[in-house]
């Protein structure tokens, strides 16, 4: 089971990597 923590954390990367783009 993935910890919740982990996802919020993989959403933060994936919402600072949009403006690079």
Do not use: E
């Amino acid at each position: 089971m993935v910890p919740v923590y982990f996802l919020l954390f993989s959403l933060k990367l994936y919402n600072l990597a949009i403006p690079v783009w």
